[in-house]
């Protein structure tokens, strides 16, 4: 007999999707080892070969993200948005180490942004909610430093970068699997993703470039996928008592989570306002997001 999960809990879901930030892995049946167990012993991977992937996979993501966005826009500019991606990332590894998690390095995709890996997932909702604010969080804090030092050197690069960091992160905010506010509201009620699903709807009949379209189509379906998995309860994995957070500890990631969206939006308005801005910039990597 299958045990019956408390009605109010949000149900478990069968696969965690992966993160525009970071990418986390079903719980493994011993969550001390690190993810992949299902190698023959025979076909296991040697040290020297798995620190070699490691190592070698973010450092030619890195330069092949590089050489794209220098040939999309110019160098400068390229390793200003591989410095944000960075920043950002690094946020959500530094938590996960915190925490006693195993994770990759920051892995780049070319015109997608960049991920790191956990290899288990945290020991409860409240973790994965804190490691998935602390991306957007050191994002905001690279926007501020860039418009700062535009401020000081009137580098028309600079405002042009701040206000990307602003606009990218708060994008990420967006309620829905798998952007990082998808896993964040998971502490808060699963009653928005709901209202995740709409924000995408409303995106996707409201423009009409056909990049923003595809990538908000694949949002949608990624975050239906998941919504669905988590009312209907389907597979098992995680435990009930994974998303069992008392009301403090949601009015705490509430109140974070609210607060890095205003100080993103009031970061971004700052720079779209400042002398030297570019009022008409349009994005047209729309599908550059964490």
Known sequence: MQPMEHPSEPATPDNHFESGSYQSFPPLANPDRSFPLSYPAENRPSASSSALLRVGLPLFSLAVSIVVYAWIFSWELSLGIIA???VHEIGHYVVIRA???PASLPVFIPLVGAYVAMRRMPDSVRDEAEIAIAGPAVGALSGIACYLLYQWTQEPNLLLLARLAFLLNLINLVPIAPL??????GAISRWIWVLGLGFIAVGFFYTNDPVIRLVLL????????QLRSRFRGSGAGLSASYYRIGLPLRIYITLLYLGLIASLVLGFLASEQTPGSIPAFHLSLSSLVY
Do not use: C, E, S, T
């Open 84 to 86: 944000l991606l960075f």
């Open 180 to 185: 990082d506010g998808g896993r964040i509201v």
């Open 218 to 225: 694949g949002l949608g379906w990624l975050g239906f996928l």
């Open 99 to 101: 925490k006693g998690l």
